[in-house]
């Protein structure tokens, strides 16, 4: 049971200084607002995935969440219209003598409006049935008059390799045909901001990053990605995409929850010029780290190098190699065949215990607390 008390979190005219301010009262988390020459405060923990209210903006009578954008008003708690039962615990706030108080019991509960999941966040369950390949283009053109793009037409065969040959269901992305909105950054403000499925999915019905999410997550045994080689890297519409894909590595992180099992991925990268090493490289890292697995020899490459800026003869010369299309066709009867191993086989239940790169237990806490009242500094050390 909590303890009635009231706490002096400190100076009247200090604290007018900022319309709104997250205080740390030993376990209990404020926001303290001003406004119109008065004081209000409510629970500095969001009712979303905990942010830190206290840190975001006043709107109007509203505190914003500076995670994902809640709004819950300053006096009262409850959220924005239409969603008042979205309510944090509002506190009473005092001034004696130049002092603020702020009441720690609430004068109101924490109240919850019940939120259908979306869609992705279902459990991943491999639904019975054939090999299912998931293609990914991931170059960019011009969408009324498309040209010949060298990894596309290399993907395209694989595709047919696999519905054709390997009687696999197949589909193909091109991430140049969806609109997706660029990461925002939400881990770069709290690893716990990084929601699966997407803060940016959740919150943005027209964003159509939920195709590719739905295709690696739920729907693809195997996966291919292709891109063009740009100033040696892979292209920019492929770092779009795998930039969005942070939220699925964060699951590993945050939650050592694997959204990924038994995922089998190649890779089609091709190029003017050069630098197929590092892309590869960098392609590798990041699909082992949302855990993928690879079969032997897991790309597909051609660069004719530095000194062949002959673009005309390039193109003929992918369209031209029965080599190069052998080897995607051969790329694609890999993973499947991959992909059979690791469905038909089991990994013993506590194969993924530490996956990813956290091998170690991670340090999460953080020494900056929020913007604290000198005064309180003894009791946050309990926090
Ligand atoms: S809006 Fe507050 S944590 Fe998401």
């Known amino acids: 049971m909590q303890v009635e008390t009231w706490i ?23 926001a303290l607002t001003y406004m ?39 006096r009262t708690g409850e959220g924005e219209p239409g969603y008042e039962e979205d309510r944090v615990p509002a506190h009473e706030v005092r001034v004696e003598n130049g002092r603020v108080l702020i009441r720690t019991l609430p004068s109101s509960d924490r109240t919850r409006k019940k939120h259908e999941p979306h869609p992705l966040a279902r459990a991943p369950h491999r639904v019975a049935g054939q090999i299912r390949v998931l293609g990914i283009s991931t170059t960019a053109m011009t969408a009324t008059y498309p040209r010949y793009s060298t990894s596309d037409d290399l993907l395209a065969h694989s595709l047919k390799e696999a519905a054709e040959k390997l009687g696999c269901e197949t589909r193909l992305l091109r991430i140049q045909n969806i609109k997706v909105r660029e990461c925002e950054g939400y881990y770069s403000k709290s690893a716990r901001a990084c ?20 295709g690696v997550v739920h729907w693809a045994d ?30 590993e992180t945050i939650a050592n929850k694997h959204l990924l099992r038994n995922k089998v991925v190649g890779f089609i990268i091709t190029g003017g010029q050069d630098n197929v090493q590092a892309v590869a490289g960098q392609m590798l890292g990041f699909f082992s780290e949302i855990g993928c697995q690879f079969p032997q020899f897991p790309y597909v490459a051609h660069s004719r190098g530095w000194s062949a800026e002959d673009m005309e003869n390039n193109q003929r010369y992918v369209q031209d190699s029965a080599w190069l299309h052998e080897g995607t066709a051969a790329l694609v009867r890999r993973c499947t065949e991959m992909a059979k191993v690791m469905i038909e086989s089991t ?24 913007r604290l009242n000198p005064l309180l500094s003894e009791q946050t050390k309990t926090e």
């Open 8 to 30: 002096d979190v400190g100076a009247s005219d200090e604290l007018a200084q900022q319309p709104v301010q997250q205080l740390v009262l030993g376990r209990i988390k404020i």
């Open 36 to 74: 119109d020459g008065q004081f209000s405060a409510i629970s500095g923990i969001c009712n979303h995935v905990g942010g830190p209210l206290g840190e975001g903006k006043l709107e109007g009578d509203y505190v914003v969440c500076p995670w994902h954008y809640w709004k819950f008003h300053c």
């Open 195 to 214: 929601t699966w499925p997407c803060s940016i999915t959740q919150m943005d019905p027209s964003d159509e990053m939920d195709q590719v999410y739905e």
């Open 222 to 251: 195997v996966i291919i990605v292709a891109t063009p080689i740009r100033w040696g890297s892979a292209s920019s519409l492929y770092y779009k995409m795998v930039e969005r894909m942070n939220c699925i590595q964060n699951q």
């Open 347 to 370: 990994l013993g239940k506590d194969a993924l215990i530490r996956g990813g790169r956290k091998g170690h237990q991670l340090d999460t806490s953080s020494s900056q607390v929020g």
